[in-house]
């Protein structure tokens, strides 16, 4: 973490800046993407940011270390444990752990809903003992939890320029956009980890199911009826994009960049999976380098247009300081557990 950033944040005590650190790193670690579209937002909001993708990092590396040697019972007790230490954590601000730490200030800074981090730990115990989901509706789900709280608790950070319930929909289609990107670039490694997160319901009809993906993965051979299951797959997260867009316009102005410069780097994932030719049972399609390059100066340049027009907007001489935004609900309705 630069000290730029947590003293524009007014970030103060040495614990604390050890701990935004600490979540910066995991962030630049972990999230190649997104650490790249967070380096569009202004200074002082990256550290917030950088402590909601640590947690997030972090819950996912318990679930990771859990080994499955482990019996099923003692794994999901371990992460109940890990669940109520961070509630309790997040309720009287007295956490060791940094992450933790960092996403207590967080949340006490941007006054976050708590209920977004326990559906997330919720979402990762499901991890230990789900490997499949029979449709979408319950795909979306567990989605809830792990993809569409992510985008609610970032809306506090970025601000709105409407009101924060009519932008939440679409922050929570965005998460499940960006997630549903993963799920279709990462099938073959997915595989390897016992795990099938595209829908059965959507594989079969294609004639797919998880024993031809696993002989496909393990042969090295192509199949075209699962060429066309993840050429679906694609075209459903093109529609969840096309939902989450009309709320990139909700944004803070100066926010907006770097959301926009995130939304066109994951929607070129699924472009570098389709250029690819669907081939993501057996690799890891990538974005090239140019093209981050280009879509980053694109950020910056959107960025640098966003702080001229703020700046003019403070000069102007009937210019008044804007009425804070009402407290609103952000939190969408989970679905009903299955």
Same mark, same amino acid.
């Given at each position: 973490?630069? =000290?730029?950033?947590?003293?524009?944040?007014?970030?103060?005590?040495?614990?604390?800046?050890?701990?935004?650190?600490?979540?910066?790193?995991?962030?630049?670690?972990?999230? !190649?993407? %997104?650490?790249?579209?967070?380096?569009?937002?202004?200074?002082?909001?990256?550290?917030?940011?950088?402590?909601? %993708?640590?947690?997030?990092?972090? =819950?996912?590396?318990?679930?990771?270390?859990?080994?499955?040697?482990?019996?099923?019972?003692?794994?999901?007790?371990?992460?109940?444990?890990?669940?109520?230490?961070?509630?309790?954590?997040?309720?009287?601000?007295?956490?060791?752990?940094?992450?933790? !730490?960092?996403? *207590?200030?967080?949340?006490?800074? $941007?006054?976050?809903?708590?209920?977004?981090?326990?559906? &997330?730990?919720?979402?990762? #115990?499901?991890?230990?003992?789900?490997?499949?989901?029979?449709?979408?509706?319950?795909?979306?789900?567990?989605?809830?939890?792990?993809?569409?709280?992510? +985008?609610?608790?970032?809306?506090?950070?970025?601000?709105?320029?409407? @009101?924060?319930?009519?932008?939440?929909?679409?922050?929570?289609?965005? +998460? !499940?956009?960006?997630?549903?990107?993963? &799920?279709?670039?990462?099938? +073959?490694?997915?595989?390897?980890?016992?795990?099938? %997160?595209?829908? *059965?319901?959507?594989?079969?009809?294609? +004639?797919?199911?998880? @024993?031809?993906?696993?002989?496909? !993965?393990?042969?090295?051979?192509?199949?075209? #009826?699962?060429?066309?299951?993840?050429?679906?797959?694609?075209?459903?997260?093109?529609?969840? $994009?096309?939902?989450?867009? @009309?709320?990139?316009?909700?944004?803070?102005?100066?926010?907006?960049?770097?959301?926009?410069?995130?939304?066109?780097?994951?929607?070129?994932?699924?472009?570098?999976?389709?250029?690819?030719?669907?081939?993501?049972?057996?690799?890891? *399609?990538?974005?090239?380098?140019?093209?981050?390059?280009?879509?980053?100066?694109?950020?910056?340049?959107?960025?640098?247009?966003?702080?001229? #027009?703020?700046?003019?907007?403070?000069?102007?001489?009937?210019? #008044?300081?804007?009425?804070?935004?009402?407290?609103? @609900?952000?939190?969408?309705?989970?679905?009903?557990?299955?």
């Amino acid at each position: 973490m630069t =000290a730029r950033e947590l003293d524009a944040a007014r970030i103060t005590d040495p614990a604390l800046r050890t701990a935004y650190t600490t979540c910066r790193t995991l962030n630049a670690t972990h999230g !190649r993407t %997104y650490f790249l579209a967070t380096r569009l937002l202004p200074p002082d909001r990256r550290p917030a940011v950088h402590a909601l %993708y640590g947690f997030a990092r972090w =819950a996912d590396d318990i679930v990771d270390d859990l080994g499955e040697d482990t019996p099923p019972a003692a794994r999901a007790a371990t992460l109940d444990r890990w669940r109520a230490q961070l509630l309790a954590g997040l309720r009287d601000r007295t956490a060791t752990e940094p992450v933790v !730490r960092a996403l *207590a200030d967080t949340a006490e800074r $941007y006054a976050i809903d708590h209920q977004h981090f326990a559906d &997330f730990m919720t979402a990762m #115990r499901a991890d230990l003992a789900v490997t499949d989901y029979a449709t979408y509706e319950d795909l979306c789900g567990y989605m809830h939890g792990s993809a569409a709280v992510i +985008g609610l608790q970032m809306l506090p950070v970025l601000g709105t320029v409407v @009101p924060r319930a009519e932008a939440a929909p679409h922050a929570a289609a965005l +998460g !499940r956009a960006f997630q549903l990107t993963n &799920f279709l670039r990462d099938v +073959g490694e997915d595989l390897d980890r016992g795990r099938v %997160y595209l829908p *059965a319901d959507l594989l079969a009809a294609h +004639g797919v199911d998880r @024993p031809l993906l696993e002989w496909s !993965r393990a042969s090295g051979t192509r199949d075209a #009826r699962i060429t066309a299951a993840l050429r679906a797959a694609a075209a459903l997260t093109r529609g969840v $994009y096309r939902e989450a867009a @009309p709320g990139l316009a909700m944004l803070d102005p100066v926010a907006r960049p770097c959301i926009r410069t995130a939304f066109v780097l994951y929607g070129g994932i699924l472009d570098a999976v389709a250029a690819d030719g669907y081939a993501a049972v057996h690799r890891r *399609a990538a974005v090239p380098p140019l093209r981050r390059a280009l879509v980053a100066a694109d950020g910056l340049a959107r960025l640098a247009a966003a702080r001229r #027009r703020a700046r003019a907007a403070t000069r102007r001489p009937d210019a #008044r300081p804007a009425a804070p935004e009402r407290s609103t @609900p952000c939190r969408e309705t989970a679905p009903a557990s299955r």
